[in-house]
């Protein structure tokens, strides 16, 4: 049962557009999303967080949105870079579950075309 | 300051075989954890540890042992490995529930 969910497996922008990666979960334990940024033969970095008592976080360039009801969280990237060409994993954690104890979404991989 | 530290980058074992998979932090950070990542299935955690002599398991524990007998080293052992063990394994630690930091990843081949 995959709690978190990030359908597109992958996403093409041109180069100044936005880009916009989604993912859903179906946890209403979780109270607390981050995404993360992984190029080849690295490991994740974290890129930017939400708590459930906000709807929205702003980190320069990136963005996240989250709907509470519809179980929804979206990472807006404006403009988009060249060098943001990665894979997103969104990741989610609950009260109720141990630090560290994260959930991951299969991943985006997001290419951005000069 | 390397933050975490996986060792090796890469391994090649046959079936049956047993191996440690090696994570150092020198970042002092109490909560530590290991993630497999497979395609299609994101990354998903086997154990982690809130701190010395405290381990517990994760989503996909079975064929796999850990131990953090210090602050800074936690490592994860495979007791006899099997090819559905073929995978890229992430060590991280962090303070707390927020971010974690990940070292650069261990790609484990099992024939």
């Known amino acids: 049962d995959q709690q978190v969910k990030q359908n597109s497996p992958s996403l093409s922008v041109q180069e100044g557009r936005i880009s916009i990666l989604n993912c859903d979960y179906t946890n209403s334990m979780f109270d607390y999303f981050l995404w993360y940024k992984k190029y080849p033969a690295e490991g994740p970095t974290f890129l930017i967080s939400?708590?459930?008592?906000?709807d929205k976080n702003e980190d320069g360039r990136f963005t996240v949105f989250l709907n509470k009801s519809a179980k929804h969280l979206s990472l807006h990237i404006v403009p988009s870079q060249p060098g943001d060409s990665a894979v997103y994993f969104c990741a989610a954690s609950g009260s109720g579950t141990s630090y560290g104890k994260l959930t991951f979404g299969q991943g985006t991989i997001l290419t951005v075309h000069p | 300051n390397a933050g975490v530290t996986q060792t090796p980058k890469f391994q090649v074992l046959k079936t049956g075989q047993s191996m440690t998979l090696q994570c150092a932090q020198d970042?002092?950070?109490?909560?530590m954890s290991w993630y497999r990542q497979d395609p299609g299935m994101g990354l998903r955690l086997i154990h982690y540890?809130?701190?010395?002599?405290?381990?517990d398991q994760g989503e996909v524990p079975n064929g796999y042992n850990v131990s953090r007998s210090t602050t800074e080293d936690f490592p994860l052992r495979l007791l006899s490995a099997a090819p559905s063990q073929t995978s890229v394994y992430f060590c991280a630690n962090h303070r707390g529930r927020k971010k974690l930091f990940f070292g650069s990843g261990t790609q484990l081949s099992v024939l």
């Open positions: 939400i708590s459930s008592i906000k």
């Open positions: 970042m002092n950070h109490e909560y």
């Open positions: 540890s809130v701190g010395a002599g405290i381990t």
